[in-house]
């Protein structure tokens, strides 16, 4: 495996102050910046960061290849703590659908929506989804994404919920790490309208233990929102999932305002998604139980409804992070960079927000900062670079077709 020692980085971002600051509120001084940095990377993790001029003897050796990164910025390996990349189908038609004003439920109740792609993924075979799977996972790894969380949701019954994990599993690629969330509760199945109760129990009492047995997946998502999950319903899921040994995490507060914030800060969940509709009672609650928010601004755009109060948020003492939230219907980009640019643009997030957003409160809306997020000792995930020479290079040109690999 290639031990590599990146030097002279006209700016290494090694959020290293944020092992103290825990992500609440950053500002430029816990980004731990180092100008003309350099970092031993030895294939798994980070063996040291530090500048240039201070490299320790023993990564000079022969053993080390040197990297040249002048002109570069260099980050902690990025995280996309939300994704729904295992799914087959196409629904493109649907875009035009929107356009002419339709709305997600109203796309919904005329067959498309979540229920088309369910139709395509169940049709699908494992190694057909498991063959699209990796192809967007090297996508992702292309936008600098070294740990990456996928739901799956498209199953939406106990063998094809399996199906989908299975895949998620068989598609790894090198340098990827896939943390993977069961989504059983994305929307109630076709076969069981009119026995929700039926449903629910299938998901609590089947398919959460089978795939937490399994060691499938890592935690438990339900969408909690007006028209699929009520909130007794996500709480029982949740409760459940945690019973079997998953993390519970929802999709919450998107499209009307359902108490979804005050139920994840109650249980303890490691984030609440979405957040378009969120209180002030309910920021203040998630505030106090370190639930991490976690704002998708590309599904907001893709829907054209109105940014999620970040500030609101990051200034209430939430913990936020970004991510792409990629899925065919309502956000079909895996663009993490650009995710970055709408934050800047749209939710008024400030350079050092933005980063922690998408790496240190990332990797701890998935149970894994310290482990991800950080250039120091110890940290998984291979740094990523941009051209620049300034923190915000990673999301100021707006959607790069890759992040720059230096050589
Ligand atoms: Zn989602």
Same mark, same amino acid.
């Given at each position: ?13 090694t ?5 103290r600051t825990a ?20 294939? $798994? ?12 003897k ?12 002048s002109?570069?910025?260099a ?14 189908g196409?629904r ?9 004003g339709a709305t997600?439920?109203?796309?919904a109740?005329a067959g498309? %929506? ?10 699908a075979?494992?190694?057909c ?6 192809? /967007?996972?090297?996508?992702a790894?292309?936008f600098?994404?070294r740990?990456?969380?996928v ?14 994990l299975?895949?998620?599993?068989e ?5 990827l790490?896939i ?22 129990r299938?998901?609590?009492e089947?398919i ?24 007794s319903?996500? $709480? ?7 019973n079997?040994?998953l993390?519970p ?14 139920l ?11 957040l378009?509709k969120?209180?002030p009672?309910g920021?203040?609650s998630?505030?106090?139980?370190g ?12 829907l ?5 109060p970040?500030?609101?948020l990051?200034?209430a %003492?939430? $913990? ?11 956000c ?6 650009f ?5 800047a643009?749209?939710?008024g997030?400030?350079t050092?927000e933005?980063i ?14 310290? /482990? ?12 990523v ?8 290079a990673?999301?100021?040109?707006m ?5 720059? /690999?230096?050589?």
């Amino acid at each position: 495996m290639a031990r590599l020692l990146y030097k002279n980085i006209a700016c290494l971002v090694t959020n290293e102050p944020m092992i103290r600051t825990a992500g609440i509120r950053p500002q430029e001084a816990h980004l731990g910046l180092i100008s003309r940095g350099a970092v031993a990377w030895d294939g $798994r993790k980070i063996l040291w960061a530090g500048s240039t001029k201070s490299i320790p003897k023993i990564f000079r050796g022969k053993s080390w290849r040197p990297v040249e990164c002048s002109g570069l910025v260099a980050y902690p390996g990025l995280v996309d703590c939300h994704t729904h990349a295992v799914f087959a189908g196409d629904r493109s038609r649907e875009f035009q659908l929107r356009m002419r004003g339709a709305t997600y439920q109203e796309i919904a109740a005329a067959g498309g %929506g979540i229920l088309s792609t369910m139709r395509a993924t169940r049709a699908a075979s494992r190694a057909c989804l498991a063959d699209l799977a990796r192809n /967007r996972f090297r996508a992702a790894a292309a936008f600098g994404v070294r740990l990456l969380e996928v739901k799956s949701g498209y199953g939406l019954r106990l063998k094809d919920e399996v199906k989908c994990l299975e895949a998620v599993q068989e598609a790894a690629v090198r340098g990827l790490e896939i943390y993977p969330t069961c989504l059983a509760a994305h929307a109630l199945p076709p076969e069981f309208r009119g026995k929700r109760e039926e449903y629910v129990r299938q998901v609590c009492e089947d398919i959460l233990p089978l795939v937490a047995r399994r060691g499938l997946a890592r935690s438990v998502d339900v969408f909690c929102d007006e028209g699929f999950f009520t909130l007794s319903e996500s $709480r029982a899921i949740l409760e459940a999932g945690r019973n079997a040994g998953l993390a519970p995490r929802l999709h919450g507060e998107e499209l009307a305002l359902t108490g979804a914030a005050e139920l994840a800060a109650e249980l303890g969940a490691l984030s609440v998604d979405h957040l378009l509709k969120v209180s002030p009672a309910g920021i203040r609650s998630l505030a106090e139980s370190g639930t991490v928010g976690v704002l998708l601004p590309g599904t907001a755009l893709y829907l054209r409804e109105p940014p999620a109060p970040a500030r609101a948020l990051i200034d209430a %003492g939430v $913990r936020v992070a970004l991510a792409s939230d990629f899925n065919p219907g309502t956000c079909p980009t895996q663009n993490l960079p650009f995710v970055g640019t709408l934050a800047a643009l749209q939710l008024g997030m400030s350079t050092a927000e933005i980063i922690a957003a998408l790496t240190w409160n990332a990797a701890q809306a998935l149970g894994m900062s310290g /482990r991800y997020g950080a250039v120091a000792p110890g940290s998984r995930g291979e740094p990523v670079f941009c051209e620049g020479d300034h923190p915000s290079a990673l999301f100021y040109r707006m959607a790069p077709a890759a992040l720059p /690999r230096p050589t």
